[in-house]
């Protein structure tokens, strides 16, 4: 089994910056694609960016594009989400999950297809 866990998240003002990362164990994160999910209260869960483990491809949702970046490091069993520019519409809990289909397709941001989840980290924007 794959256990992930986020760490990072936090209070930030409008327009600041914040780095999540989405640490593994149990298994090498290797093989998996990534993607970083968010969920605001009374809100459906979104998919915000995903990292393929193929080619290392990245997506973004509109929302987040040229503001978030999608990063993984195998040698540390981690991938990261930096975030800039944040919106107080970004507040939400986040969360990291693997896709074990890695091999066989490019990332995606459906969160059905993903097989291991974190926990969540919350991400509060606010002045």
């Known amino acids: 089994q794959l256990q992930l866990v986020e760490s990072g998240g936090g209070l930030v003002q409008p327009g600041g910056s914040l780095r999540l990362s989405c640490v593994g164990s149990g298994l090498p994160m290797d093989y998996y694609s990534l993607g970083w999910f968010r969920q605001a209260p009374g809100k459906e869960r979104e998919g915000i960016a995903c990292?393929?483990?193929?080619?290392?491809?990245?997506y973004y949702a509109d929302s987040v594009k040229g503001r978030f970046t999608i990063s993984r490091d195998n040698a540390k069993n981690a991938g990261y989400l930096q975030m800039n520019s944040l919106k107080p519409e970004d507040a939400a809990a986040y969360y990291c999950?693997?896709?074990?289909?890695?091999?066989?397709?490019?990332?995606?941001?459906?969160?059905?297809?993903?097989?291991?989840w974190g926990q969540g980290t919350q991400v509060t924007v606010s002045s």
């Open positions: 990292i393929s483990y193929r080619d290392g491809s990245t």
């Open positions: 999950a693997a896709d074990s289909a890695g091999p066989y397709r490019q990332c995606v941001m459906t969160d059905y297809e993903y097989d291991y």
